[in-house]
């Protein structure tokens, strides 16, 4: 119902019949709703359930949802304010694509993967942790994130996605733990104040345009293998040669 009323909870019965998921598309360009809570035996939110609710500010999933669908919440341009249960185990495609009021989200032990464009155009969010349960970093999921200036990257990370960190141009340092084998291409293209990338293993296979237009200094350990005197066309140094 696009005339949903401010604030809406969805409980886990109505009419006597259980609630487990909201639909496809169900919310979509809901312009009235600004807060919703969603209840325990919820365990499926589909895709773009939430897309474009233009004042929806605040949001508390249950821990019975497990899946959520591309693009949930894509264009809340308000929203501020979000609590993800337990049981999701990905952070989709699109998920909080535009949200660009969103300063700081906690992600849950339960997600392994964050996905394509997750985080595209959240020209507000200024730190994010990762969770340790998280393995990949998905292709542009922070892509123009103009405001982050600290992300955590867990040794859990292996792969890290083309585009990743496009135009995140608050970004000064990041650290690269030892279980990232792979970067893809354009993974920090013209992250302009980014000087410093330290990593912790051994040299990573990576694209040789994942520093385009960007001129950190890399620095690396000293028993690390697999190094030379530069990375994606940077220089390499070693981290005992830090400022």
Known sequence: ??????????????????VTSIGNEAFKDCKSLTNITIGNGVTSIGRAAFFKCSKLTSITIGNGVTSIGGNAFFGCIRLTSITIGNGVTSIGEGFFSYCESLTSITIPDSV??????????????????????????????????????????????TNIGESAFVLCSSLTSITIPDSVTSIGDWAFYQCTNLSAVTFLGDAPKIEDKAFEDSSPTIYREADAKGWGDTLAGRPVKLITEKP
């Open 1 to 18: 119902d696009k005339k949903a009323s401010e604030g809406l909870i969805i409980p886990a019965m109505i009419e006597g019949k259980p």
């Open 112 to 157: 392994t993967s964050i996905g394509g464009n997750a985080f595209y155009y959240c020209t507000s969010l200024t730190s994010i942790a990762i969770p340790d349960s998280v393995t990949s970093i998905g292709v542009s999921s922070f892509e123009r994130c103009t405001k982050l200036t600290s992300i955590a990257i867990p040794d859990s990370v």
